[in-house]
């Protein structure tokens, strides 16, 4: 397959800043929640960046601050030298969550169309069609989310994030519903899509493997209020395969990285 | 027996019985002679001397009933999408819409007799009946669209009108069709209610009348007919919203 051939990734991917941002939520009883503090992270354009760290630690917090849905108490966030929400207006973020978040009346073809019609461009049927196929599920193009197993619906809301040529990816936890087959699959698959195209991509994930095997960058947070404690380069080539799970380094680096995860929760 | 057929028989079983006991009571006398068995009811209906009568006065309600139906749901719906396009409404509408379904429709129905003609009288009490139901069910649709489609839209930067109409309103089909199913025996309650105070035709008139001059069998005629109204509209919109259910709930 030539890269020609499968070029659904044209726009130019963006980096990502995150200077000294500090997330408060006001609670019922009038005190405040930190849900982040003191966040500096850099990502660099084309590169795949995944975040780790115990439950309620604020990963998704991130993404949602990324994702233009939540403001920074202080500091400042720029994807691609604009602020999110910005960056969100200008149609340029793709976006999966755990929730599929399918339309359930729509076909898996729409649903993958709805981000044109969403924000008021023609729908170019060729490029639909063709991250259907990307993604593995041309033949059920016409096929209703109920109808689909799991894994499929995730399948299809990665083609939708990825129709409208994003300059980030923002992925939380998008196969943390499944089970563990569908989700090495998918993990597979999805190392394949992004090894195609690079596109800035950030992995929200409980799954330390899954972190290690996709990502270029694992970033480890504490538990709340959220705080990185550590970047991991990660050195395996790519195209990543199969085979890489099964090397002693690769098991040598999600052991350090998942004592790191319990160590941010033993001093909690 | 598939679970659809079960539900059939029970239905038919349970309507039947009820219909014999009916029977039975009346041809009994058990419950008195204001008491008829319903075959003498149905004998009363289809005749001839009493057709064109009985036909005149179920038309005539159930004109006014479909058009209050028409007039209350596109209202309370319109209510609905204001409070929900402009937020800043929402408060305003809610209380309003919350005070015209605290008036009792009896209230309702003797201060429309002294404001509209009494031709006009059934159609805006039946509207107003149905308009809060239809508000509320709206609202509710509306609001429920979950949060993870929604933050989907944000996302990708999707315009206030685009999220409505790509993702709020289609979400919102079922929980109106319901409101609508719900409301339709209300239009027809809420027009003869409208019919009692001053309307000369309809089965309101219809059923004052044979109540003061002690026509039992034409009174029960009345109130058959217009239970049979009522039962057939919820029946058939039940059919519009098992299929709005079918195609826009996930399953």
């Known amino acids: 397959m030539t890269i020609a051939a499968t070029a659904y990734i044209t726009g130019e991917p963006f980096a990502i800043h995150l200077r000294d941002v500090r997330v408060d939520y006001p609670t019922r009883r009038g005190q405040t929640l930190r849900a982040l503090d003191g966040i500096d992270l850099d990502v660099a354009a084309a590169t795949f960046t995944a975040i780790i760290g115990p439950s309620g630690c604020g990963k998704s917090t991130v993404l949602r601050l990324l994702g233009g849905l939540l403001r920074p108490t202080s500091g400042s966030v720029t994807i691609g030298g604009r602020n999110p929400v910005a960056a969100a207006s200008a149609h340029r973020l793709g976006v999966a969550f755990q929730d599929h978040a399918l339309l359930p009346w729509l076909t898996a073809r729409d649903n993958v169309a709805l981000p044109f019609r969403a924000v008021g461009r023609p729908v170019d049927a060729q490029r639909v069609d063709r991250l259907l196929d990307v993604v593995g599920i041309g033949d059920f193009a016409g096929t209703r989310p109920a109808e689909l197993s799991g894994g499929m619906r995730q399948r299809v809301a990665i083609a939708r994030a990825l129709v409208l040529d994003p300059g980030v990816l923002l992925l939380d936890e998008p196969f943390g519903a499944l089970d563990a087959v569908t989700r090495r699959h998918l993990n597979l698959e999805l190392q394949r899509i992004w090894s195609e195209h690079a596109i800035t991509t950030l992995l929200v994930t409980h799954s330390v493997e899954e972190a290690v095997f996709l990502a270029d960058s694992v970033v480890v947070m504490s538990r709340r209020p959220g705080r990185i404690e550590r970047v991991q380069t990660v050195p395996f080539v790519r195209p990543r395969d199969r085979s890489l799970l099964a090397t002693p380094a690769f098991h040598a680096l999600v052991d350090d990285l998942t004592n790191a995860l319990d160590f941010t929760d033993s001093v909690a | ?251």
């Open chain 2, 1 to 251: 027996m598939t679970p659809a057929v079960q539900r059939l028989g029970g239905g038919t079983i349970g309507i039947a019985g009820m219909l014999a006991a009916w029977e039975f009571a009346g041809r009994s006398g058990l419950l008195g002679p204001s008491w008829p068995a319903l075959s003498r009811v149905a004998a009363y209906i289809v005749a001839p001397e009493h057709r064109a009568l009985l036909i005149d006065a179920a038309a005539q309600t159930l004109r006014e009933a479909a058009f209050g139906f028409a007039a209350g749901s596109s209202a309370g719906c319109a209510f609905a999408l204001l409070a929900v396009l402009i937020p800043a409404t929402a408060f305003g509408v809610d209380r309003f819409a919350a005070i015209v379904n605290g008036i009792p429709v009896i209230a309702i129905g003797s201060l429309c007799a002294v404001t509209f003609p009494p031709a006009v009288n059934p159609i805006v009490v039946a509207s107003l009946a149905v308009f809060f139901m239809l508000f509320v069910a709206a609202t509710a649709g509306l609001s429920a669209t979950p949060a993870a489609q929604h933050d989907v839209f944000r996302v990708l930067g999707a315009a206030r009108w685009a999220t409505f109409r790509r993702l709020q309103l289609p979400a919102a089909l079922p929980a109106i069709a319901d409101g609508l199913r719900l409301s339709a025996p209300v239009s027809v309650v809420g027009a003869i209610i409208g019919e009692w105070f001053a309307a000369e035709r309809g089965l309101g008139p219809l059923l004052v009348n044979a109540m003061q001059n002690y026509q039992i069998d034409l009174l029960w005629s009345a109130a058959l007919i217009g239970a049979l109204m009522s039962a057939t509209a919820y029946l058939a919109l039940g059919i519009v919203q098992r299929a709005a259910a079918h195609r826009y709930l996930p399953r």
